[in-house]
């Protein structure tokens, strides 16, 4: 274990990038505990935010009781204010973040002010139909009436529309590692320690 983790432990600010269902969530939370670094999704920082009732959490809610899309500003400010935090200071696994070009452009600002950069971005690479499968499974199997198998494209279709160009400015800057999500769990996990060691 020493040996395989030890050399990425250089790779330590990372953003963890795939579609619905390919288990970034699963991922991301096992390459952090390995690397000791905090995963950080925005869903939980938006949670943690609404529930401790923060100024940004009261600005947020407001606009999700009215059913609104929360604003990038607000989104950036949350982000910004986690990064900021002392366990995120020697590294961290961004999840669902960026999402847009611009959040990309908010993101670089926030590493420069505090003197980094990213190291890699993890690609999870699967098949839209295996994806598709596995959700209207899981759609069942938890009872989720909003997982129809039309739900679940078009999130795949907004994934497409949103992340490409994310990836495009990536892979500019040489940053892009691919990885099977769809071999095992394990054998993901794996494959993104080896991502990080290689070159």
């Known amino acids: 274990m020493t040996e395989s983790s030890a050399p990425a ?91 847009t070009i611009d959040q990309v452009e908010a993101l670089d600002g926030m590493l420069e002010e505090l003197g980094t950069s990213l190291d890699a971005v993890l690609l999870l690479v699967v098949e839209t139909e295996e994806v598709v499968g596995r959700l209207v499974e899981r759609g069942k199997a938890q009872g989720r009436s909003d997982d129809t198998e039309e739900t679940i494209r078009r999130r795949l279709e907004v994934y497409a529309e949103q992340t490409a160009p994310l990836i495009d400015v990536y892979e500019k800057r040489d940053l892009v590692r691919r990885v099977d999500g769809m071999a095992s769990i394990d054998d993901v996990t794996v494959s993104l320690r080896k991502a990080l060691t290689d070159r």
């Open 9 to 99: 432990a250089s790779a330590r600010r990372l953003l963890i990038v795939g579609p619905p269902g390919a288990g970034k969530g699963t991922q991301a939370e096992r390459l952090a505990a390995e690397l000791s670094i905090p995963a950080i999704s925005t869903g939980d920082i938006f949670r943690a935010n609404v529930s401790g009732e923060t100024e940004l959490g009261v600005l947020a809610k407001s606009y999700m009781d009215k059913g609104e899309y929360v604003p990038d500003s607000v989104t950036n400010d949350m982000v910004r204010s986690r990064l900021a935090e002392d366990d995120a200071k020697d590294g961290f696994l961004l999840d669902g973040y960026p999402r």
